[in-house]
């Protein structure tokens, strides 16, 4: 028997279409974006969560000699927030990101970032938005980080 997955998401053609609390945070992680330390890429991230308290937290890709020691902004981001509000839910995250100032190509999270968010997710029993776009143009939203890794390992396999 063939299954097909039905992903749903929301794409965005320019930053201003998007609701205020959306543009609020996508301008945090692109602020956030402007203290990366990705030295040896020269790509930089922004990340930035929003939480229920309605603080926003910020994270930025940290990059190091021993190449496999940094560590992606969104890694960065969620792991700070949730060591220092491990009680607050993370209402929506989002992530800016570009090789220069001008990119507009949307940059989706690599597997090791969405098997992160998931786990939070779960544990957090509520679904985080999660959205990603270049420094300007499309922006996609997913409803939750789980429909970012379908087939996702996680603690019901345990
Ligand atoms: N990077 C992120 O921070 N997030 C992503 O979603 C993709 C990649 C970083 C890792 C590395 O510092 C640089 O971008 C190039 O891969």
Known sequence: MIKVLDLKYEE???WEDLSD???IVINKAKEARNSAYANYSNFKVGAALLLDNGKILTGNNQE???YPSGL???RTAIFYT???????KIIKMAVVAGKDDNSSIPVSPCGACRQV???YEFRQKMPIEFL???MKGKVIKFNQCADLLPFSFNESAL
Do not use: R
């Open 12 to 14: 965005y053609s320019q």
């Open 132 to 134: 990603f776009t270049g």
């Open 82 to 88: 949730i060591a220092n509000y491990p009680s607050a």
């Open 21 to 23: 609390q959306d543009l």
């Open 64 to 66: 190091n000699a021993a």
């Open 117 to 119: 968010l998931i786990e």
């Open 72 to 74: 992606c902004a969104e």
